[in-house]
T-cell receptor, first 112, second 115 residues
């Protein structure tokens, strides 16, 4: 079945770049998302990319998509302590009623 | 900023009891979803709902689960006879459309603990 995998933890120093990786199995995935979850809060959409794109940049965030390898990454430039959170990769495809398949989340820890 | 609100934030229930988790989606949204996250595991899709009908449901969403939009504002998830393994964080979400290029807004979740 459909599956999305992420590494569980990432630790970086403030000011460095963070790269969070995600792999997925469903080659029919049309939309690929990154969500952020802060403690006690819901899932906040950070950005998404269509499957016909290779890259999307939004301020400090850069999303790269390698469709051949079914690999998605989120790069956060100049990581700040406020970026510490759990980051979820999620994928969806058309005609599934908006259903998203999530990865298990990567906990990003930013050290001063 | 409009938001999805869920109540209660934490619910403790005895095994075998019925629970109803409540959600108020964003007012102009038409599509509604429930997801759950068992501690330490992935966020899993349960069900999507549109026009008073279930659009899509997962294998998890068996006969013990039901959803309802009892009035113009609430969207509820009912678990008829809770099991220990139903303990999880349950997230409600809503979107303007069911198309994937519209953002699904998530609530802060209800932590359900079955004892």
């Amino acid at each position: 079945g459909e599956d999305v995998e992420q590494s569980l933890f990432l630790s970086v120093r403030e000011g460095d770049s963070s790269v969070i990786n995600c792999t997925y199995t469903d080659s029919s995935s049309t939309y690929l998302y990154w969500y952020k979850q802060e403690p006690g809060a819901g899932l906040q959409l950070l950005t998404y990319i269509f499957s016909n794109m290779d890259m999307k940049q939004d301020q400090r965030l850069t999303v790269l998509l390698n469709k051949k390898d079914k690999h998605l990454s989120l790069r956060i430039a100049d990581t700040q302590t406020g970026d510490s959170a759990i980051y979820f990769c999620a994928v969806g495809r058309k005609n599934q009623g908006g259903k998203l398949i999530f990865g298990q989340g990567t906990e990003l820890s930013v050290k001063p | 900023e409009p938001e999805v609100t869920q109540t209660p934030s934490h619910q403790v229930t005895q095994m075998g009891q019925e629970v109803i988790l409540r959600c108020v989606p964003i007012s102009n949204h038409l599509y509604f979803y429930w997801y759950r996250q068992i501690l330490g595991q992935k966020v899993e899709f349960l069900v999507s709902f549109y026009n008073n009908e279930i659009s899509e449901k997962s294998e998890i969403f068996d006969d013990q689960f039901s959803v309802e939009r009892p009035d113009g504002s609430n969207f509820t998830l009912k678990i008829r006879s809770t099991k220990l393994e139903d303990s999880a964080m349950y997230f409600c979400a809503s979107s303007e459309e069911g198309q994937l290029n519209t953002e699904a807004f998530f609530g802060q979740g209800t932590r359900l603990t079955v004892v």
